[in-house]
């Protein structure tokens, strides 16, 4: 049962972007949260072990947060490094956690940072029950995630197939 850092995973996603411009650190973790949601729904466990909070502009991880202004962003890709070790952190994945994050950032790489916040934002979204039932940067709790991203997987399996009919 695989559970990455949030920086491992920030780096799956800055290597699928493959650019050496510093990203938006807000897309950045959307991109990681939403990863971590499908990965609770279709793998049926966290892709990353810290906990998401609710801040204003939607989920973010403390971790990210904490060393982008500390330590910045290094090469290649604008990849987080270890402080310590001055290598990538990275996330050994797994074959079906691999092809989560390629989903997630084909699907949702032409959004800009605002765009994905707005999509977390949304009545019954996860972030918008802790934010404001819980409180301003409560912990979002993973059954809410996977019980979220089962729904949205849900109702995506219905209107292809009504498509189809």
């Not at 990353?48 to 502009?57: L, R």
């Not at 290598?87 to 691999?98: H, R, S, V, W, Y």
């Not at 991203?149 to 009919?165: K, M």
Request: proline fraction near 7%.
């Amino acid at each position: 049962m695989p559970h990455f850092s949030a920086r491992a995973i920030a780096n799956e996603i800055l290597k699928r972007r493959a650019s050496d411009v510093w990203p938006q650190q807000m897309q950045i973790h959307k991109l990681s949260y939403i990863a971590h949601g499908w990965n609770l729904a279709i793998n049926d466990e966290p892709l990353i072990t810290e906990q998401p909070e609710a801040w204003d502009n939607g989920p973010v991880y403390r971790s990210i947060w904490d060393h982008i202004p500390d330590y910045g962003y290094g090469k290649p890709n604008c990849m987080l490094i270890d402080p310590i070790s001055k290598e990538p952190f990275i996330a050994n994945l797994k074959t079906n956690e691999a092809d989560i994050i390629d989903h997630v950032w084909n699907r949702f790489k032409i959004y800009s940072a605002v765009e994905l916040s707005e999509l977390t934002h949304q009545p019954g979204t996860p972030w918008f029950n802790a934010y404001f039932h819980r409180g301003r940067n409560s912990a979002l709790h993973n059954v809410e995630i996977r019980d979220y991203y089962i729904e949205l997987a849900l109702a995506g399996r219905a209107q292809r197939d009504g498509q189809a009919a």
